[in-house]
């Protein structure tokens, strides 16, 4: 199969292109405009690979994408190219709704016109895999059951809002025009080559220069966690296997709150690496919150675990020694990070001037250092339930 990945060069998207060249036999088209956050060092061997053609295109660009169709005949698209940085569409939401919403629009237009002019049976076997996120659904409370494939749509950031017009873009193409597309939502992926503007390599790599490590609040806030290399093996089993017109909520069973996941990578590194100057800890300092952050978030994955075989391999824990250990050997790739692209900086400080949640540092025993387990407000009543007998158009 040929496959036409968008934002092969991010994080996620080069987590899918190496899974592809290492596991299995397809051709890799690979799209991507080469932002701030992509890295084509991210691709590893695939820079070189005889299965792998890197396009430097910006999905916004018609004409462009028109022309990577006809040239390149893929069999198949899988669409992660996204602004996806909430504290970003903070600061400057016009470039999400260019990228995610636009960007989107412009990659449906020119798949339907190629998808039109395939032969019967091509046509048939044709698959959109438009890739997105759960917070396209809003926050859950402490009490709640996660997100399924049937949740309500609830965005509260301008990303999210984005996200969302581009999951309604896709469906519609299905529905309206026949463009057989798979819709995924997934949670917070962590692991090798994330930019480290997001919380686990920001932390990871400020926790090793002995800078502050800025926590949201009150650390109380909650997400799902999912190791990126797990995340590109389902996502490549959706494009195999997905049926059209079909949602697959993908996620681990891995809730944390935001303060336990700084603790653990803290623990992570005291164990690998000592700091003279005493436990990691002791650098944690909470900040003015996000405007408008989302309590919790979690993913109950039954009905993808169900259609297509598949569990995530990795535990939190488990991803997380690999994470570390990697920030840990490749500190040449993100020093030179921190020091052209982003160097740490707070993005996304509220503009009404919100002063900081108890800045200062964290009193350790207040805090609950310990063991890292999913605290009573990260977890769902009485665990996930498997999946009901409603009639859904699911991934069942």
């Not at 805090?367 to 859904?392: F, N």
Request: hydrophobic residues 40%; aromatic residues 8%.
């Amino acid at each position: 199969m040929k496959l036409l990945v968008t934002g092969g060069c991010g994080f996620i998207g080069s987590a899918v292109v190496r899974h592809l060249l290492r596991r299995t036999d397809h051709v890799v088209v690979n799209v991507d405009k080469l932002t701030y956050a992509a890295s084509e060092e991210a691709l590893e061997e695939a820079r070189h690979h005889n299965r792998h053609v890197l396009i430097r295109a910006d999905i916004a660009d018609a004409g462009a994408m028109r022309q990577v169709f006809a040239t390149h005949q893929p069999d198949a698209v899988m669409h992660l190219a996204a602004e996806s940085h909430v504290d970003r569409s903070i600061d400057g939401p016009g470039d999400f709704v260019r990228t995610n919403v636009v960007g989107t629009f412009t990659l449906l237009e020119a798949a339907r016109g190629y998808h039109a002019g395939l032969d019967a049976s091509r046509r048939a076997a044709f698959r959109f895999h438009h890739v997105s996120t759960d917070e396209v659904f809003g926050a859950l409370g402490p009490g709640d059951p996660p997100f399924t494939e049937t949740s309500p749509y609830d965005p509260r950031s301008p990303y999210a809002a984005s996200k969302a017009a581009s999951d309604h873009l896709a469906r519609a193409w299905h529905h309206t025009y026949g463009l057989p597309v798979i819709v995924s939502n997934t949670c917070n992926n962590f692991g090798p080559w994330q930019f480290p503007e997001k919380l686990i390599p920001l932390v990871t790599l400020n926790a090793l220069e002995g800078k502050e490590l800025p926590v949201y609040g009150d650390g109380s806030n909650c997400r799902d966690w999912l190791f990126v290399e797990d995340h590109a093996e389902a996502l490549v089993q959706v494009v195999e296997q997905g049926r059209a017109g079909a949602t697959y909520a993908i996620g681990a069973r891995q809730p944390r709150t935001n303060l336990q996941v700084v603790h653990a990578i803290c623990a992570a590194l005291d164990r690998r690496l000592p700091d003279p100057a005493g436990p990691r800890s002791r650098l944690i300092r909470f900040v003015a919150d996000r405007p408008g952050h989302d309590f919790r978030y979690e993913i109950d994955p039954a009905r993808t675990e169900a259609a297509l075989d598949w569990r995530a391999p990795h535990d939190f824990a488990t991803g997380l020694e690999r994470t570390v250990g990697w920030y840990l050997a490749n500190r040449a790739w993100w020093q030179a990070v921190r020091a052209k692209r982003y160097a740490g900086e707070r993005l996304g400080v509220d503009p009404r001037g919100a002063s900081a949640a108890g800045v200062g540092p964290v009193d350790a025993s207040a805090a609950g250092v310990g063991p890292v387990s999913a605290s009573a407000a990260c977890t769902s009543p009485a665990g996930i339930a498997p999946p009901g007998d409603q009639p859904l158009e699911t991934a069942a």
